[in-house]
């Protein structure tokens, strides 16, 4: 699982996760079972679901804490704290083999992004692991930082991907994580996700609602339909809503198939655009089919 990775667009590659699982890092028995989920990556948090006087221990508890995880191959990710102290213990702890990311909180600038990635890149050294090894996922949760939305993007190689965090935001603006609020702050990040070559996941609405299941299966459609590619979850419940729901469907993946066989015939025949089942298919059209290709079927 952790090798798969689909196209985001025609330069650049990237992990396939349409599911990354939260676990806070010092309750045991989640972090035994979350191999068992069937999430492409797990987030061991020691950011807000970790009360402060259990963080230390989770630090020491961590590289167990990644072998376990890991165990049936899903990406391993770290989410750290935001303040400097905290962030720098979590750092210290967090960059190891094994670890394939780490998620940024309350990113709001890109020059916070490079002093990360800069602390990253000597410990990297100093522990002869691989350079670059480690990639970013920045967490958007205030109003400032859809001002910074493409600088933060493009702050350093190891950016990978992008997510709104809609609990954060919304009490940041004084509000409610309903629709309205979050359906504008969501495109933002999709577009600079995108623009960026990122990975854009989230959907419009609260993370934290895991209990109605059809009503977060349809949220999740209508992300895919936007332009995400995934989501966090923070219950198990929600990992195999999200694997199937940024899952190309059968149907989806036949008219694909049949989208890039007509579009063979038709570039033998010297033309760029043509006609399939009484619809006009160019180059934005094959280019969805070719995205859904590499996607590939549930996995």
């Known amino acids: 699982m952790k090798h798969t990775v689909s196209a ?24 035994e079972a979350a191999h068992e989920r069937g999430a492409d990556g797990v987030i061991i948090d020691l950011e807000d679901s970790v009360p402060q006087d259990h963080k230390d221990e989770s630090r020491r508890q961590l590289s167990a804490s990644v072998a376990k995880v890991g165990r049936k191959g899903a990406f391993v990710l770290v989410r750290v704290n935001r303040s400097l102290r905290a962030l720098a213990a979590d750092l210290d702890a967090a ?8 998620v940024l909180p309350k990113t709001d600038s890109a020059e ?12 990297e050294r100093e522990r002869n692991l691989v350079p670059g090894q480690i990639r970013f996922l920045a967490q958007i949760e205030t109003p ?5 939305l493409s600088a933060i993007a493009s702050a350093d ?14 009490a940041a603006v004084g509000g409610s994580p309903e629709f309205d609020l979050l359906l504008a702050p969501n ?10 070559g990122l990975l854009p996941l989230g959907f419009v609405g609260s993370i934290g609602e895991f209990s109605d299941n059809d009503k977060l299966r349809e949220a999740a459609a209508h992300a895919r339909r936007l332009g995400f ?5 923070v219950h198990p419940t929600q990992v195999a809503i999200f694997n199937e729901a940024f899952s190309p469907s059968n149907q989806e993946l036949e008219w694909a198939l049949r989208v890039l066989t007509a579009e063979n015939d038709a570039s033998a025949q010297g033309r760029g655009a043509f006609a399939l089942d009484g619809k006009m298919v160019d180059a934005p059209v094959i280019r969805r089919a070719r995205e ?5 079927p549930k996995a």
């Open 157 to 170: 190689s190891r950016m990978v991907a992008m997510a709104l965090g809609p609990e954060d935001f919304s």
């Open 8 to 31: 985001i667009d025609s330069t650049m590659s990237v992990p396939r996760w349409r599911s990354l699982l939260f676990v806070p890092a010092h309750v045991p028995r989640f972090v």
């Open 95 to 102: 960059v190891m083999a094994g670890v394939d990311g780490l």
């Open 112 to 123: 916070w992004v490079a002093e990360v990635a800069n602390a990253v890149t000597e410990l």
């Open 229 to 233: 590619v995934g989501a966090l979850a």
């Open 292 to 296: 859904i290709i590499a996607i590939g």
């Open 144 to 148: 400032a930082a859809l001002q910074n």
């Open 187 to 196: 495109l933002s990040v999709l577009f600079a996700a995108r623009a960026a």
